[in-house]
Structures are given as C-alpha cells and as structure tokens.
C-alpha cells in the first residue's frame, strides 16, 4: 500500500539585514533630491548671501561726467563708466539709430562718426569721447534733405530688412571722405567691417559709388 507523505513544517528563510537591501532608483533619486536641497538652503541661509544692509553699502560702479557734441547738440551727462557709446547713444540720449547688432565689433551695425572717423559704437567707451564730435544717422540729412548717400541707397535699392542699413550709410559716409571710392573693389574692402547678411553688397557699392560720384 501506498504510503501517505510525512507532512514537514515550513522552513522560515530569515530576512537580509536592512543594511545590505540595495536601494532603488526611486529612493536614490529621492534621497538626492533631498540633500541637493538642503545644500542649497544651507547655501542661501548661511553666509554666502549678503544681508540687505551689507549690499545697501557695498559701493556703486563708479561714474563720470562727461559733455560730448551728437549731430551738433552739445549734450552733458553722468553714466557709468562702463557704458559704451552705443548705449549712451541709444539709452540715454533716445538715437536709436545706430543697432545694436552682435555687440563685438563684429557687424558694424552700429558704426558712427567721431570726430570724422567710423567707430564701432559698442566697443567704444563713452567716457573717452570728452569733447568729441559724433555723428550718428540721424544726423546725416539737412531738415528733410536727405544725404546724398541716403538717397542713393534708396535709388539702387541697397537694402532689404534695412537693420544694417544705418550702418552701411554712415560707413559708406566714411568711407567716401576717407577716400577709399577708386574701385568697386576698394570700396568693398573698406566696408567689408560691415554686414548686410541679406546680401545686398552689390547695390551697396553701386550707391556709395553714386554718391562717391563715381557714377
């Protein structure tokens, strides 16, 4: 006869010690979280924030007072001496002629006259301009007589979305009594400091060479 299997009694399996259970990505992610934060709290609350009476008497950016002459209007201010032309220009005497482009140099965008000579605006430190003459875009035309230049772009059509176009007519300005107007290819080099990235460079040349003229 068969016989019945002797029953046998579970055998418990003891739990890992708490110290060896792996953690998961959830409880990783979240102890993280948590002590990012109180890194930052401790950051914020401790003493790398400065009090408001502490920034109240830290000391302002210098300044100085200068008087420079813009289209013939002698003009006195006080600005930071950090401020460039271009922003002294556009910010506190309302010429927003000359564009802020790329800020480097790199555009001519906001190329202006001192003192006869082109400039970038925005590498130009207003505070070294005391006394200077400047010549900005708007102050090219006589009343509603537009500068020869001025007309010129608009009788060869040397422009497109007309965002560089302040500061191709001023450098063409320049560039013309400079004397830098033999050849179209004169006059390309001497403008090159100036982009026009719809790529009007052809009419360009034509009406300084127009106004130069030349044609």
Not at 88 to 112: F, I, N, P, Q, S
Not at 158 to 183: D, K, L, R
Request: proline letters at 6%; a negative charge; glycine letters at 10%.
């Amino acid at each position: 006869m068969p016989t019945e299997p002797v029953p046998q009694e579970p055998v418990a399996i003891p739990a890992e010690p708490q110290s060896r259970i792996a953690p998961t990505r959830r409880t990783f992610i979240a102890t993280g979280t948590a002590v990012g934060t109180a890194v930052v709290a401790g950051t914020v609350i401790g003493t790398d924030l400065l009090s408001e009476s502490e920034a109240a008497a830290a000391p302002s950016a210098p300044t100085s007072r200068l008087t420079v002459t813009v289209n013939g209007t002698r003009h006195t201010v006080t600005v930071d001496n950090r401020t460039s032309l271009l922003d002294l220009l556009r910010e506190h005497l309302d010429l927003t002629g000359a564009k802020k482009g790329c800020d480097a140099g790199a555009c001519g965008a906001c190329t202006v006259l001192v003192d006869g000579r082109r400039q970038n605006a925005c590498l130009t430190l207003a505070v070294r301009l005391e006394g200077a003459e400047i010549t900005t875009i708007e102050g090219l035309a006589d009343g509603d007589r537009l500068h020869p230049l001025q007309q010129a772009f608009i009788d060869e059509d040397a422009f497109q979305c007309g965002y560089c176009t302040p500061g191709q007519i001023v450098s063409g300005v320049g560039c013309i009594q400079e004397g830098h107007t033999h050849s179209p290819e004169e006059i390309r080099e001497w403008m090159s400091g100036n982009i026009c990235r719809c790529g009007c460079y052809v009419k360009i040349v034509r009406a300084v060479e127009q106004a130069a003229g030349r044609k």
